[in-house]
């Protein structure tokens, strides 16, 4: 290959990556536009987990003058990402895909399908499970005499938060399989290592989480599974070596 070939494709792989991009943003706004007309319906719905809790006559504030406009519109930005994140994974994967072995393209798919699945399913669970214990909790050990009146933007931040440290730990069993495929571990050695695992799993719950042991639980409980989950995953897609190597060990 001379230079100017060479040349010539790291440039065409330039303009499939800009157009890859534009195409993921142009999905991106168009979801985005969707959405804007519901947003203060999407920050309504979001926040119906603390206002289930609040005492009576009590209720969210605004605490700055643009946070009206400006919390609804960043909710819905956050929504659009996640909601087209299927299209932009795959403008991602039509990028990169053609460079992939067969093997790797097998492998490749189904792990991108069980993160989002995983980040979806954590994001869940945190919204219809988690808030409402946290906010309950939080209630309950309010002060006598002090109105809980939280700020929307505040509000907004603090759920967002624990979306995005949910969603990112139940990727748990695809970060270990991804690791023992890179040949980083051994599904012996994630079993090995699971007393370890568990002391991390709770010191990382209760970093990300609010301060309360319930919360705590409610994640570290479920990231224990789903790193049981990652070890028998890891075992099915291993390599032949690596698993004839840990029955031999075992």
Request: net charge negative; hydrophobic share 55%.
């Given at each position: 290959?001379?230079?100017?070939?060479?040349?010539?494709?790291?440039f065409?792989?330039?303009?499939?990556?800009?157009?890859?991009?534009m195409?993921?943003?142009?999905?991106?706004?168009?979801v985005?536009?969707?959405?804007l007309p519901?947003a203060?319906k999407?920050?309504?719905?979001?926040?119906?987990p603390?206002?289930?809790?609040l005492?009576?006559?009590?209720h969210?504030?605004?605490?700055?003058?643009?946070?009206?406009?400006?919390?609804?519109?960043?909710?819905?930005?956050?929504?659009a990402?996640?909601?087209?994140?299927?299209?932009?994974?795959?403008?991602?994967?039509a990028?990169?895909?053609?460079?992939l072995?067969?093997?790797?393209?097998?492998?490749?798919?189904?792990?991108?399908?069980?993160?989002?699945?995983?980040?979806?399913?954590?994001?869940?669970?945190?919204f219809?499970?988690?808030?409402?214990?946290?906010?309950?909790?939080?209630?309950?050990v309010?002060?006598?005499?002090v109105?809980?009146?939280?700020?929307i933007?505040a509000y907004?931040?603090?759920?967002?938060v624990?979306?995005?440290?949910?969603?990112l730990?139940f990727?748990?069993?695809?970060?270990?399989v991804?690791?023992?495929l890179?040949g980083?571990?051994?599904?012996?050695q994630?079993?090995?290592?699971?007393g370890y695992?568990?002391?991390?799993?709770?010191?990382?719950?209760?970093?990300?989480?609010?301060?309360?042991?319930?919360?705590?639980?409610?994640?570290a409980?479920?990231?224990?599974l789903?790193?049981?989950a990652?070890?028998?995953?890891?075992?099915?897609?291993?390599?032949?070596?690596t698993?004839?190597?840990?029955?031999?060990?075992?």
């Open positions: 290959m001379t230079g100017a070939d060479g040349e010539g494709h790291i065409d792989h330039l303009l499939e990556l800009r157009s890859r991009i195409r993921g943003l142009a999905g991106l706004g168009v985005l536009l969707a959405l519901f203060n999407l920050y309504a719905w979001l926040s119906a603390l206002v289930a809790k005492p009576e006559g009590a969210l504030i605004a605490v700055e003058v643009a946070s009206p406009f400006f919390a609804p519109l960043k909710l819905a930005f956050f929504a990402m996640v909601t087209s994140m299927p299209w932009l994974l795959y403008q991602a994967w990028f990169v895909a053609p460079g072995y067969k093997r790797e393209k097998n492998l490749a798919l189904p792990l991108l399908a069980s993160s989002l699945l995983l980040f979806y399913t954590g994001c869940a669970f945190a219809y499970v988690v808030l409402p214990s946290v906010f309950g909790f939080l209630t309950m309010t002060p006598e005499g109105a809980m009146m939280t700020d933007n907004l931040d603090f759920v967002l624990i979306f995005l440290a949910f969603g730990s990727e748990l069993p695809v970060a270990l991804i690791l023992v890179l980083w571990v051994t599904p012996a994630l079993k090995e290592g699971r695992a568990i002391v991390g799993i709770f010191i990382l719950a209760a970093v990300i989480t609010p301060p309360d042991v319930i919360s705590q639980l409610m994640l409980v479920p990231m224990c789903l790193y049981e990652g070890i028998v995953a890891a075992r099915m897609l291993a390599p032949r070596g698993a004839a190597g840990e029955n031999g060990t075992e």
